[in-house]
């Protein structure tokens, strides 16, 4: 959607490799977060950040780390895939209490 | 622990008929509740929001209410178009002391038929 990039879209990787994904905001939203989506266990939160530099850790966050050097940028890193973080990746970004939040695309991610 | 749940993981019906989706939770620390709409190999759109301190809220053929003491909301799609088939997630908002944090339910798959 306008305004909230994800790249890659689809990616392929070996087991124990470093990954990392792109979440990438024209909007200048102060919050940013990084869901997976699995089946049967909707969207849960894997971290989250309020501002530069400043992240928290949501409730699926063992194996992965996330960065945000720049208001508009929020990486996401694997440091070494397993095949239990197979899953489709969401990013979204939010102003604020009660506004919701607007994802993207997603970035299907599968660990071989 | 689901904080947020939707025990209906999927809904037939007839187009025109009305759909109801539901959804319960646990923490009463919510300051909102949403519902999102997700096409295939596309992110969730927000559809609708209710406000804690609200029983209802519309928007054209959306309905949700929310009840507090039953830590119960609905959601009413009235009439059901072909269009409607999604999948649609209940979430609740943690609001600022909570990092502004989204907690989804597992989602409930609606299929409209023609």
């Known amino acids: 959607d306008a305004g909230i990039t994800q790249s890659p879209r689809h990616k392929v990787t070996e087991t124990g490799t470093p990954v990392t994904l792109r979440c990438h905001q024209t909007?200048?939203?102060?919050?940013m977060y990084w869901y997976r989506q699995d089946p049967g266990h909707g969207l849960r939160l894997i971290h989250y950040s309020y501002g530069v530099k400043d992240t928290d850790k949501g409730e699926v966050s063992d194996g992965y780390s996330v960065s945000r050097s720049k208001t508009e940028d929020f990486l996401l890193t694997l440091e070494s895939a397993t095949s239990s973080q197979t899953s489709v990746y969401f990013c979204a970004i939010s102003e604020g209490p009660s506004y919701g939040y607007t994802f993207g695309s997603g970035t299907r991610l599968t660990v071989v | 622990d689901q904080q947020v749940k939707q025990n209906s993981p999927s809904l037939s019906v007839q187009e025109g008929r009305i759909s109801i989706l539901n959804c319960d939770y646990t923490n009463s620390m919510f300051d909102y509740f949403l519902w999102y709409k997700k096409y295939p190999a596309e992110g969730p759109t927000f559809l609708i929001s209710i406000s804690s301190i609200k029983d209802k809220n519309e928007d054209g053929r959306f309905t949700v209410f929310l009840n507090k003491s039953a830590k119960h909301l609905s959601l009413h799609i009235v009439p059901s178009q072909p269009g409607d088939s999604a999948v649609y997630f209940c979430a609740a908002l943690g609001g600022k002391a909570a990092g502004n944090k989204l907690t989804f339910g597992g989602g409930t798959r609606v299929l409209v038929k023609p």
């Open positions: 909007e200048n939203h102060r919050y």
